[in-house]
Structure formats: C-alpha cells, structure tokens
C-alpha cells in the first residue's frame, strides 16, 4: 500500500464529523491494506511510530527538501526507512539520522511528506483508533463489532487483531481470549462531581476507596508471577513484593487488577511521587525496597483458575476476589444495595470521608451489575475527588524570571478534542516544587519543537494532572473557557497524551 493513500485516508477521516463516513472511509482502507501492512497502518492513523522514538528533532522535520513529483513510497518503504533512523545510534548519528531522514523524504511528494512530519514530530492525532477503526475493521472483514472489540480488549492491540483477521477472516477472533501472562488493557473511570451524583448515575453499586499509587495487573500462574503497568510494560523485576504477595493467592493461575501504594509509619499513603519514582527505579532493587517498601492492593478479579471472568457482573467478580486475596490485600469498600434509601446514601457519604481522613485521594463507584470492559472508560466505573482535577497535556511552557530565571515554568494546557488535537485551557505556575521546576526544565526541553526565546512550543506528549477550583467562560481561549485557580499536583508520565480528559468533559463542568 502505498503511503499516500494512508495520507490520503488520514486527511479525510480529520475532515468529516460523521461517524458513518469515518468508519467507511477505515474500513476501505483496511480492505485494501495487506495483513502485514495493518499493524503499520493503523498505527500511522492513531499519530505514533511503531518505533516509539526516533532521536529525530524538530529542526531536522523543519528543513526543507524537494518532493517527489508522483507518489512511489510504500508504507513499508517508510517503516523500514524508520527502523534504520531509529537503531542510529553512538557517535555522529545526529548527521546520520539527517541523512536518512533526507532520503526519506526526497521520495515523498509534498502531501506526504506533511503528513510524514506530523507523523514523526507527534503532531498528527485525530482519535482514528477509538471506536471508529474497530467498526471500520469489522466492516472489512464482515465480523461483529462486538467481537472485535473484545479481540482487542484481550489482545491488547488493534494491529494484531487486523493482521489476524485480515489474513485468516472473522474466525481468526476465536485466537483471541483472556490469557495468564498476557496482558489486557484496563478498564477505565469516568468523573461524578459528587457521590451522590454517582449513586443517581449508577444505582446499586460499590463505593471503593480510591488509592493514590501505580494501577498495576499481576498475572500468576503456578510460582510463576508477572507485573505490567496500566500501558502493559512488564515491571515484574521491579516488585519483588507484588511478586511475593501474588504467591500467597488462593489460587493457582489468576489475573488481578489493583494498584500498588507505600504507606508510612503512621500507615497514611506516601505520596504518589514517591511511589512512581520507586516502580520507574532501574537501580538496586532491594536497596529500593528498603528505601520504599511498596503493597499490592486488589480491586478486581479478570481470570481464577482457567475461568474468564470479564463478562461476570462486578458483584460476583468480587465474590471470587475475595475467596482468593486476603483481606488486608483487599481494597475496601462498602455496598449500596437501593440507591434510594438515604440511609445507605449518607452511609456511602459517610465513607468516603473516611477515606479523604485516611489521606487517599477519593472514592470510586461501581455498578454491581457491570461487566469488566478493558480498555474503556465506560460510564459504570465513576471516581468522585474532593477536589477538580483534569489530566491535561502540556503544550508549551514560559521561561521563568527572578528566582525561577533558567527555568521553564508557566505551562500552556490543553484538553483533548474529538479530532486529537488540543485546545489551550489557560497557564498556570503554581504548585510547582523547585524540584520539579529542575525536572519539568529538562524533560519540556527534550519535547521542545521551538523557542522564541519567551516560549517553548512542545510536542503535546507530557500530560499533566491539574487542580482547579472551577470552570469559567473565557473570550481568550478557543473553546471559551478556562480554569480558575489551577495548581499542578503532579505529572501522570504513566499516562499517554490519547488518555487526556477531553474538552467535552471540561465544558460539562462548566455547565
């Protein structure tokens, strides 16, 4: 397949707002692409490479070349092409990945090479790999979206679940299903501004404390244990104590999803900082656990004993949690059965100001009738904080002066829109640490696309988790509203800028 018809698609699915057309324009696309060429494919369409980093900077993208006069490049052409510039490594590679760059792009014709330069410097997001391409998959190869679906809530990636179908057809789905040792992507919360909010969303439901750590799932089958994070990187050599603690499971093959937290002497959680410092350590690992002892606390149950429990309402998935973890590995909780009765109301009230007192961050709702949907933030998962707070991404940043002088401090935030791209939110300089002030320095001027010597512009990757006290109309900002009285609480650098919150959900909190 040739990359211009990718670019081609890619244009016209940021152009139109229907989702019919969106999903045919994928599903030809799909039909007309190769089963080794999709992974590539569908990767190019979400905005990332394959290769994650390519030691490429702005200022090599921003300098010119002549195109091509007629498309000639093929998708694998480039993927190749990319690898190369990628493994470039050691002394003079600077000039080395320029050179191929150039190569690179001297075969592209002008569409392409925008689209190239989008692609590589991490500005071309337009959501293509959300619902739309799992319907346009279906519609390829003639499968039930439902299946495909979970094919790749299971398989943990839409790339090799279109390879398979796309070789093999709609029976290739039957490869797919939830295995011990290979990871499935989380299912995620949505935001209620109050619990009794939630509890009128949800009905009968759990309220669970909601831990300030790392999401992590352990997979155990026999003695042997593995530990992946919320983006499915192993860190098992990193938690000899989730290692440990999963051994002590009353059963002999499971999946578990939970988080990990360190507690202090006085048993409130340390903060969230420490913990992501300590799971991110490559250093000496058991001088690491001394320094910052970590447990595992469990929330849900995904498999026991060769039993797929994803489809089980969450009340019986927690049934089977708590036959197989022991309590004190157990997240707490307590059940409202009639979301009607006010005295359960005000009990749900009352514990998760309990919670706020014990120093976590908040509570989650579950509906007891929900099914574990990996991969999506569905509306039967809610967390409800004390306080707003957006995951935001960080779209450029000011240089400091006085004391902050050298540093880039005042940041530019961006919510999500529908199409991928980011709409600015405001600035904020506060609740910045001198500490993270050093480090933000630094990794801003890693994503740095351009200074003008009063801004650096970087590439919307870094996402960041804001405070504010409110949502107000704003003329300045293009989607008319801004934060008040916004204050970094820390960066999320577990989290990808696709996982920010949304601009949709910004304007419902301005009502």
């Given at each position: 397949?040739?990359?211009?018809?990718?670019?081609?698609?890619?244009?016209?699915?940021?152009q139109?707002?229907?989702?019919?057309?969106?999903?045919?324009?994928?599903a030809?696309?799909?039909?007309?692409?190769?089963?080794?060429?999709?992974?590539v494919?569908?990767?190019?369409l979400?905005?990332?490479?394959?290769?994650?980093?390519?030691?490429?900077?702005?200022?090599?993208?921003s300098?010119?070349?002549?195109?091509?006069?007629?498309?000639?490049?093929?998708?694998?052409?480039?993927?190749?092409?990319?690898?190369?510039?990628?493994?470039?490594?050691?002394?003079?590679?600077?000039a080395?990945?320029?050179?191929?760059?150039?190569?690179?792009?001297?075969?592209?014709?002008?569409?392409e090479?925008?689209?190239?330069?989008?692609?590589?410097?991490?500005?071309?997001?337009?959501?293509?790999?959300?619902?739309?391409?799992?319907?346009?998959?279906?519609?390829?190869?003639g499968?039930?979206?439902?299946?495909?679906?979970?094919?790749?809530?299971?398989?943990?990636?839409?790339?090799?679940?279109?390879?398979?179908?796309?070789?093999?057809?709609?029976?290739?789905?039957?490869d797919?299903?939830?295995d011990?040792?290979?990871?499935?992507?989380?299912?995620?919360?949505?935001?209620?501004?109050?619990?009794?909010?939630?509890?009128?969303?949800?009905?009968?439901?759990?309220v669970?404390?909601?831990?300030?750590?790392?999401?992590?799932?352990?997979?155990?089958?026999?003695?042997?244990?593995?530990?992946?994070?919320?983006?499915?990187?192993?860190?098992?050599?990193r938690?000899?104590?989730?290692?440990?603690?999963a051994?002590?499971?009353?059963?002999g093959?499971?999946?578990?999803?939970?988080?990990?937290?360190?507690?202090?002497?006085?048993?409130?959680?340390?903060?969230?900082?420490?913990?992501?410092?300590?799971?991110?350590?490559?250093?000496?690992?058991?001088?690491?656990?001394?320094?910052?002892?970590?447990?595992?606390?469990?929330?849900?149950?995904?498999?026991?004993?060769?039993?797929?429990?994803?489809?089980?309402?969450?009340a019986?998935?927690?049934?089977?949690?708590?036959?197989?973890?022991?309590?004190?590995?157990?997240?707490?909780?307590?059940?409202?059965?009639?979301?009607?009765?006010?005295?359960?109301?005000?009990?749900?009230?009352?514990?998760?100001?309990?919670?706020?007192?014990?120093?976590?961050?908040?509570?989650?709702?579950?509906?007891?009738?929900?099914?574990?949907?990996?991969?999506?933030r569905?509306?039967?998962?809610?967390?409800?904080?004390?306080?707003?707070?957006?995951d935001?991404?960080?779209?450029?940043?000011?240089?400091?002066?006085?004391?902050r002088?050298?540093?880039?401090?005042?940041?530019?935030?961006?919510?999500?829109?529908?199409?991928?791209?980011?709409?600015?939110?405001?600035?904020?300089?506060?609740?910045?640490?001198?500490?993270?002030?050093?480090?933000?320095?630094?990794?801003?001027?890693?994503?740095?696309?351009e200074?003008?010597?009063?801004?650096?512009?970087?590439?919307?990757?870094?996402?960041?988790?804001?405070?504010?006290?409110?949502?107000?109309?704003?003329?300045?900002?293009?989607?008319?509203?801004?934060?008040?009285?916004?204050?970094v609480?820390?960066?999320?650098?577990?989290?990808?800028?696709?996982?920010?919150?949304?601009?949709?959900a910004?304007?419902?909190?301005?009502?």
């Amino acid at each position: 397949m040739l990359l211009a018809e990718v670019a081609r698609i890619s244009h016209q699915v940021a152009q139109t707002s229907s989702r019919t057309e969106k999903v045919a324009l994928l599903a030809g696309l799909f039909r007309a692409a190769g089963p080794e060429e999709v992974p590539v494919v569908v990767t190019y369409l979400a905005g990332r490479l394959p290769q994650r980093r390519t030691g490429i900077g702005w200022k090599a993208l921003s300098r010119a070349v002549p195109p091509a006069d007629a498309p000639s490049l093929s998708v694998t052409d480039v993927h190749r092409a990319l690898e190369a510039i990628a493994a470039v490594s050691g002394r003079g590679a600077q000039a080395e990945r320029g050179r191929l760059l150039h190569g690179l792009l001297s075969a592209a014709t002008g569409e392409e090479q925008r689209f190239l330069v989008r692609l590589i410097g991490g500005e071309l997001r337009q959501g293509a790999l959300d619902a739309f391409a799992v319907e346009g998959l279906a519609a390829a190869v003639g499968a039930e979206p439902a299946g495909v679906r979970r094919a790749v809530m299971v398989g943990g990636s839409l790339g090799r679940v279109a390879q398979a179908l796309l070789a093999r057809g709609p029976g290739a789905l039957a490869d797919f299903r939830l295995d011990v040792g290979r990871p499935v992507l989380p299912m995620l919360a949505q935001t209620a501004g109050s619990v009794d909010e939630a509890l009128d969303r949800l009905g009968p439901c759990a309220v669970e404390e909601k831990l300030d750590g790392i999401r992590v799932q352990v997979h155990r089958d026999g003695p042997e244990v593995r530990v992946f994070t919320r983006t499915l990187d192993e860190i098992t050599g990193r938690l000899p104590e989730v290692v440990a603690a999963a051994r002590e499971l009353r059963a002999g093959r499971a999946v578990l999803d939970g988080e990990v937290i360190a507690l202090g002497e006085d048993g409130r959680p340390r903060p969230f900082q420490e913990v992501a410092g300590r799971v991110g350590s490559r250093l000496d690992v058991e001088r690491a656990r001394a320094s910052l002892p970590l447990s595992p606390v469990f929330f849900d149950l995904l498999s026991v004993d060769g039993r797929d429990l994803l489809e089980l309402p969450a009340a019986r998935r927690h049934a089977e949690l708590a036959r197989v973890v022991p309590g004190p590995m157990r997240v707490l909780r307590t059940v409202v059965e009639d979301q009607r009765d006010e005295r359960a109301r005000a009990a749900a009230r009352g514990f998760a100001d309990e919670v706020l007192v014990r120093g976590h961050e908040g509570v989650m709702l579950k509906a007891l009738d929900s099914a574990y949907g990996a991969g999506r933030r569905g509306a039967s998962w809610l967390k409800v904080k004390p306080v707003h707070t957006l995951d935001l991404v960080v779209l450029a940043a000011e240089w400091g002066h006085g004391r902050r002088a050298g540093k880039l401090s005042n940041l530019h935030l961006g919510a999500r829109r529908a199409d991928g791209s980011f709409a600015m939110l405001g600035k904020t300089f506060k609740g910045l640490t001198d500490a993270l002030l050093t480090w933000q320095t630094g990794r801003l001027r890693e994503l740095a696309v351009e200074d003008d010597g009063f801004t650096v512009t970087v590439r919307p990757e870094l996402v960041v988790e804001i405070a504010f006290d409110g949502v107000q109309r704003s003329p300045r900002y293009p989607e008319g509203v801004t934060l008040r009285f916004a204050r970094v609480l820390r960066y999320r650098e577990d989290k990808t800028a696709a996982e920010a919150d949304t601009v949709e959900a910004v304007l419902a909190l301005a009502g």
